[in-house]
Antibody, heavy 120, light 113 residues
């Protein structure tokens, strides 16, 4: 069974940093592109970033480019999101997601999410 | 960037009736070389992560009931629930994965009338 478990969220002051982790199990992690998607309280889904299966290709939403860095450790089956220079508008639940088996970059598996709150 | 716009923002349908949600992209998400539309639909219930329903605009994910269907091509897409069940109350999102950033629609809240 595919499992994705996020951790690392919490309360941080504006300008601060956090590193989110997503522990993957139940599949061959190194074979799949992975994504981060966020959701502000009571709002819709926003795609944040993705990374190729080997970690060599990354892309970001304009709103986080230059502040967030996605990475992965295939030996540890773990996805990361390093978030720097955090702003109030970065507040929300951050989900990691794995692409679907046959659906291109559609997101077939999601974690339960980790809450990031940026506030003074 | 591709902008995804859903309509309506909210929808109330009687149990057993048809529900239709629309999604429009600001540019085509049809990739001509493989004739696939890079469009997915998700369902999100309160307190839960999203669940993939449809990919390639019309292919149902494994385990998704056949009352859910997706249609459309190019820039205009629909998600149809043929006979609404109580458990279908949720927010539904479309997403394009044709180009990064892989944008979502704003969501459509589906309720029981």
């Amino acid at each position: 069974e595919v499992q994705l478990v996020e951790s690392g969220g919490g309360l941080v002051q504006p300008g601060g940093s956090l590193r989110l982790s997503c522990a993957a199990s139940g599949f061959t992690f190194s074979n799949y592109w992975m994504h981060w998607v966020r959701q502000a309280p009571g709002k819709g889904l926003v795609w944040v970033s993705h990374i190729s299966s080997d970690g060599t290709t990354t892309n970001y939403a304009d709103s986080v480019k230059g502040r967030f860095t996605i990475s992965r450790d295939n030996a540890k089956n773990t996805l990361y999101l390093q978030m720097n220079s955090l702003r109030a508008e970065d507040t929300g639940v951050y989900y990691c997601a794995r692409v679907a088996m046959h659906g291109g970059n559609s997101l077939g598996y999601w974690g339960q999410g980790t809450l990031v709150t940026v506030s003074s | 960037d591709i902008v995804m716009t859903q309509s309506p923002d909210s929808l109330a349908v009687s149990l057993g009736e048809r529900a239709t949600i629309n999604c429009k992209s600001s540019q085509s998400v049809l990739y001509s070389s493989n004739n696939k539309n890079y469009l997915a639909w998700y369902q999100q219930k309160p307190g839960q992560p999203p669940k993939l329903l449809i990919y390639w605009a019309s292919t149902r994910e494994s385990g998704v009931p056949d009352r859910f269907s997706g249609g459309g091509s190019g820039t205009d897409f629909t998600l149809t629930i043929s006979s609404l069940q109580a458990e279908d109350v949720a927010v539904y999102y479309c997403q394009q994965y044709y180009n990064t950033p892989y944008s979502f629609g704003q969501g459509t809240k589906l309720e029981i009338k």
